[in-house]
């Protein structure tokens, strides 16, 4: 069993969007630092474009504070009140302004978002003092984070994050600041450690907490007939980076093989008509790929569940982006799906090549169709890898003891600043 929370402890929590469908990882960890005992108030930088839409969601819908949203005259109203109540802490605050200002050019794109991001500062603050908040704590390190260490020092308390993907090697400014600032800095991935420590970040800062899956998940019951096309599926935000390019590819050659195959896309994006006019190009009966549109987070499973291998070829896309260590490809895990993947950025911490799962080379299409082929033709190959999966995912990746991990350094931080 996981150690419980102080009864005490007072958490914020700060992303982008909650409940974002794209972000079930952050609402996941809230829920589960609830069961646990913890009181989080939930703060979204903006109202989410894709809603998460759970039923067991509706209390965390209805307490989120929606920063970006306050009326920018109430913002300013706060601004003056923090540096009456907390001067000490804004003039620290309005110090990082400086400094980050002068570290990205005073007459730039970058320096005009931090004095945006500042501003709201202020109110963040505000909500934080106002709720006897003992820590803050971000996901992302990219704009919310610019809010978090600003807010943090108004408020007079401390701040962490949890470092993903894009938020590091797309949008990553700042970064050796964020760490030197936080009481700790997590991230999802050894890989991202090393990258953090290869900008001469404080290492003693930077910790390992994964995204984990909810172990009182159960996947649904696998169905009694097996499929007579042997079916290939996906699920992701149709983007460069999660590779479905590659994917299609692949099938490609699988059916002009004569393979019996069919490929399921779940997702959508800005990339769908143009995987649509490539399935087409390529001449893949309509049969052989589905495009089935996005899902509800509680159908993903169920999806998964019907399929013969899960298939994510992720891959560096053209402005540096690359996905972490994707939740799910832990779920078609725990569905025992076997699962195929690339060796890019965290995830061969998770698919381990030919235990837990099978790896290739990003971007390449010859590989993910041998590894296709592979699976088709053995079927004690399927076996291993589906108990190699599960076993993985339960040794690493349960959203319990991750969380109980979390909620350990930020007691740490609180009693040390109580001690201060």
Avoid at 26 to 39: C, R, T
Avoid at 181 to 208: G, Y
Wanted: proline share 5%.
């Amino acid at each position: 069993m996981p150690d419980k929370a102080d009864s005490s402890l007072r958490i914020a929590y700060l992303a982008p969007e909650i409940p974002a469908l794209s972000a079930t990882f952050v609402y996941n960890e809230i829920l589960e630092l609830n069961k646990l005992g913890a009181e989080v108030k939930p703060f979204s930088v903006h109202r989410p474009g894709h809603l998460a839409t759970e039923a067991s969601l509706s209390q965390l819908r209805n307490n989120v504070f929606h920063l970006y949203e306050t009326p920018k005259l109430q913002v300013l109203s706060d601004n003056l009140i923090m540096l009456v109540i907390r001067p000490s802490g804004c003039f620290q605050a309005v110090g990082r302004l400086i400094s980050d200002i002068l570290n990205q050019g005073l007459i730039s794109r970058s320096a005009l978002g931090l004095g945006y991001r500042f501003f709201y500062a202020a109110t963040l603050a505000k909500q934080l003092r106002r709720g006897k908040i003992q820590h803050l704590h971000v996901h992302f390190a990219h704009i919310p984070t610019d809010i978090a260490m600003y807010a943090a020092p108004m408020a007079g308390i401390g701040f962490s994050v949890q470092a993903h993907a894009n938020d590091l090697f797309e949008r990553g400014w700042l970064l050796k600041q964020k760490v030197a600032r936080s009481v700790f800095f997590a991230t999802i991935s050894e890989f991202n450690q090393r990258f953090l420590e290869n900008l001469n970040a404080d290492s003693q800062k930077i910790k390992i907490i994964r995204c984990g899956v909810d172990q009182g998940w159960q996947p649904p019951t696998k169905p009694t007939q097996k499929n007579e096309i042997f079916t290939i599926g996906t699920v992701g935000r149709l983007v460069e980076k999660k590779g479905i390019d590659t994917l299609i590819d692949a099938i490609s050659k699988l059916v002009k093989d004569d393979r019996k195959v069919c490929l399921k896309i779940a997702g959508n994006g800005p990339l769908e008509s143009t995987l649509k006019n490539q399935a087409a190009s390529l001449g893949i009966p309509d049969e052989s790929v589905q495009f089935v549109g996005a899902l509800p987070h509680d159908q993903v499973a169920e999806f998964i569940n019907g399929l013969d291998v899960f298939v994510l070829p992720c891959k560096k896309d053209s402005n540096g982006d690359m996905d972490g260590i994707p939740v799910v490809l832990m779920e078609a895990m725990l569905c025992q799906i076997p699962v195929i993947s690339t060796e890019l950025s965290g995830i061969p911490e998770l698919v381990v090549n030919n235990i837990s799962g099978l790896t290739i080379s990003p971007d390449n299409d010859i590989e993910l169709a041998t590894a296709i082929n592979q699976l088709m033709d053995s079927p004690d190959t399927r076996l291993r890898l589906i108990s190699g999966g599960k076993q993985r995912v339960e040794d690493e990746f349960l959203l319990n003891k991750n969380v109980t991990k979390l909620i350990k350094l930020i007691q740490t931080s609180i009693n040390s600043r109580i001690k201060q």
